[in-house]
């Protein structure tokens, strides 16, 4: 059997750093497993991160696919921290949002 070479693309690797990239920004990961050529991320319900062939790909919320390399774990940690983690809410726990509220 024929060993890769050490150079060769480590998917695992590459996910693992996204992984801690993630962390780093407040986004807590479900689950990631993989090989060396190719693994994956739940970042959050609907949002999964395949890494192969040097690349992460993911869909974003109305299903168009996203690349970017897998050499810039921090950049597609950006990426995804914009989509799922936004900066700000619309709407707040426990607080109402109509103007006046009558009873009819």
Request: glycine share 6%; hydrophobic share 45%.
């Amino acid at each position: 059997m024929k060993h890769r070479p050490r150079h060769a693309f480590c998917a695992e690797r590459a996910v693992t750093a996204l992984w801690d990239e993630l962390v780093a920004v407040a986004a807590r990961p479900m689950y990631q497993a993989g090989t060396s050529e190719l693994a994956v991320i739940s970042v959050m319900r609907g949002i999964n991160v395949w890494c192969r062939d040097g690349k992460f790909f993911w869909n974003d919320l109305v299903g168009s696919t996203v690349t970017h390399p897998a050499s810039d774990p921090a950049g597609a940690a950006q990426l995804l921290s914009a989509l799922t983690f936004p900066l700000s809410s619309p709407f707040q726990r426990g607080r109402h949002h109509a103007p006046s509220l009558t009873a009819a």
